[in-house]
């Protein structure tokens, strides 16, 4: 079964720095996808950035871009100039290109972000 | 409106007593899905449609969880005699394509349960 883990339940940092949020799965299969999700306070989740595990290139979205290594089954989250606008919980999630059956999230990383 | 709407927004219950929980996916989608989230646990998967059938139950945490999708919409997630570690935010969302297709998933503001 595919698990996914998210080691750093909460962080803080200053606005305008850069943050990296960790994330690593554990799978058998070669083909997938992995996403991040954020949460805002008293807002509804809504889709950051998506990877295909099977693109070498990091998927970039403005000011958020992810460090995807396949081998070591690592996903992280890197925001760029963060602003207060970024403070939220941030969900990893994975999905098989095998089985339609279900996307799986980590437990989250609630983000503050510091005037 | 256009996004995923849940209802009721809000549900507190005595033990014991069923609850029904609705979900209407934004129209056209053809997938949906339950979690459940609660405090420090993330989002739990409890079940996946795609159309009006369900592939995969097994994330229902037990027999007293239902759920159902009717003409390929509307979902709704009962549970039975409700217990207090029932109490969560049960979130839907609805997607254009299924998971195996990487569909962005689109949430609803969630239902909160409370059961005293």
């Known amino acids: 079964a595919q698990t996914v883990t998210q080691s750093q339940p909460e962080m803080s940092v200053q606005e305008a720095e850069t943050v990296t949020l960790s994330c690593t799965y554990d799978t058998s299969e070669n083909n997938y996808y992995l996403f991040w999700y954020k949460q805002p306070p008293s807002r509804q989740m809504i889709l950051v950035i998506r990877?295909?595990?099977?693109?070498?290139q990091n998927a970039t979205e403005n000011r958020f871009s992810v460090n995807f290594q396949k081998a070591a089954k690592s996903f992280s989250l890197k925001i760029s100039d963060s602003q207060l606008g970024d403070t939220a919980m941030y969900f990893c999630a994975f999905a098989s290109m095998n089985r339609d059956d279900k996307i799986i999230f980590g437990k989250g990383t609630r983000l503050h972000i510091l005037p | 409106g256009a996004g995923v709407s849940q209802s009721p927004s809000n549900k507190v219950t005595e033990k014991g007593k069923d609850v029904e929980l609705r979900c209407d996916p934004i129209?056209?989608?053809?997938?949906l899905y339950w979690y459940r989230q609660s405090l420090g646990q993330g989002l739990e998967f409890l079940i996946y449609f795609q159309g009006n059938s369900a592939p995969d139950k097994s994330g229902l945490p037990s027999d007293r969880f239902s759920a159902e999708r009717t003409g390929g919409s509307v979902s709704t997630l009962t549970i039975q005699r409700t217990q207090q570690e029932d109490s969560a935010v049960y979130l839907c969302?609805?997607?254009?394509?299924?998971?195996?297709?990487?569909?962005?998933?689109?949430f609803g503001e969630g239902s909160r349960l409370t059961v005293l």
């Open positions: 129209s056209g989608h053809t997938a």
């Open positions: 990877q295909e595990a099977y693109k070498q």
């Open positions: 969302a609805s997607s254009l394509v299924g998971p195996r297709r990487g569909g962005e998933l689109f």
